[in-house]
């Protein structure tokens, strides 16, 4: 058996008419369609129920019946709870033993939203979506910006760059009013110009998660969050030494000018390793999870700067850098790379840290 559903959200042919509903029936629901014609013409709901009769009356090649269903004036959760329930009452009504299927017929996306709902009680074989041709699609439209602008996240993409558009040209009068340079207006494009980069590149999540962390580092006693800033502070010092010492040379190639950048600033920069590599390995004693090989990485830093300051100084050939020095540099750091990990490779087996060693140590 084919069942024509009918469906009524906002429950207008039962707050216009005074129809109780469900309404079950060829006849009835035409005489229900009439009443919500008389009452207010322009309803699109009236169009459904005369498609529903006009099906009903196509098809003759099977058993059919013809229901309108409503929800609430709300079109809310309520609705799709009401519009089950008579749902629930049409198919208790149909007196068959055969399997019941369902046609439905709406008359936008917004009636539409019901479909898990009846699909649940009943499966559907289709979907008929009623408009007025001169209206078509209007309601669709209203309701797809009504979806997108009730999601934040959509909200924020849209919304965001339009007020900041809108807010060009007035700020750009008040700023001129107030006699401030003209590249006020050059300041507001490029933050709209950043936020739409930022956007399109999916940079938030990690600017995001970033900020999260920053806010866990604070309120947790986090030690690395001070040396990271220690350490950036040490790296904006070493890029200045670096620059220093490539304008120091007398007419500096790609190559020397390269070196001579690595020969300022590598100290720097190896400080600033060191720094942030103590302040993670405080933070995992602290939180119980240290192991010995995380004592490698301050080591690790202290080795590649050596091996960095030979080769910087061989290829500035400064005094002293000669290959005597270049090979004690390589020689230095290759030791110092694998003194560490042996030591603390031998460490870590001798007195492990972690918790399950230690467990087992105590049983």
């Known amino acids: 058996m084919l069942l024509i559903l009918c469906v009524d959200l906002d429950d207008d042919l039962g707050r216009k008419t005074g129809f109780e509903t469900p309404v079950v029936g060829r006849d009835n629901v035409e005489d229900a369609a009439v009443a919500l014609a008389n009452a207010d013409p322009e309803d699109s709901d009236v169009n ?30 309520s609705a799709n709870r009401k519009v089950g329930k008579e749902v629930d009452t049409v198919l208790a009504s149909l007196s068959t033993g055969e399997d019941v ?5 709406t008359d936008g996306a917004q009636d539409e939203s019901v479909l898990p709902v009846i699909r649940s009680r009943v499966p559907i074989d289709g979907v008929r979506r009623v408009v007025v041709r001169q209206a078509q699609d209007l309601e669709s439209m209203y309701y797809t910006f009504k979806q997108v602008l009730a999601d934040p996240e959509t909200r924020g993409t849209i919304l965001i760059p339009l007020g900041i558009l ?23 494009s490029a933050l709209l110009g950043l936020y739409i980069l930022f956007r399109g590149l999916g940079l938030e999540d ?3 998660d970033t900020a999260e962390r920053l806010r866990v580092g604070l309120f947790s006693g986090r030690v690395q969050l001070i ?33 001579a950048f690595v020969y300022g600033s590598v100290q720097w920069a190896a400080a600033a390793g060191v720094v942030a590599s103590l302040g993670r390995i405080t933070d995992e004693y ?18 590649i700067a050596i091996v960095l300051h030979g080769l910087s100084a061989f290829f500035l050939q400064l005094p002293f850098a000669g290959l005597p020095y270049l ?25 492990p840290r972690n918790r399950d060693s230690d467990s087992e140590l105590i049983g």
């Open 48 to 77: 459904v129920c005369f498609q529903g009769i006009h099906l009903h009356d196509a098809i003759d090649d099977e058993s059919v019946e013809v229901a309108v269903v409503t929800g609430t004036a709300k079109a809310d959760v």
């Open 101 to 105: 299927r369902a046609i439905v017929v």
């Open 166 to 188: 809108l807010l060009i040209y007035p700020v750009a009068i008040v700023a001129e009013e107030l006699g401030l340079p003209g590249s006020t207006l050059g300041v507001i």
């Open 206 to 208: 990690a600017i995001d």
């Open 227 to 259: 040396t990271y800033v220690v350490g950036v502070a040490l790296l904006a010092v070493g890029g200045a030494s670096g620059l220093e010492t490539v304008g120091e040379l007398p007419s500096p190639e790609p190559l020397s000018a390269a070196s």
């Open 286 to 303: 602290l939180a119980g999870s240290f192991r010995w090989r995380y004592l490698n990485a301050p080591f690790y830093v202290a080795a």
């Open 327 to 351: 090979a004690g540099t390589l020689t230095a750091g290759t030791l110092v790379g694998l003194a560490s990990t042996l030591a603390f490779a031998v460490a870590e087996q001798r007195f």
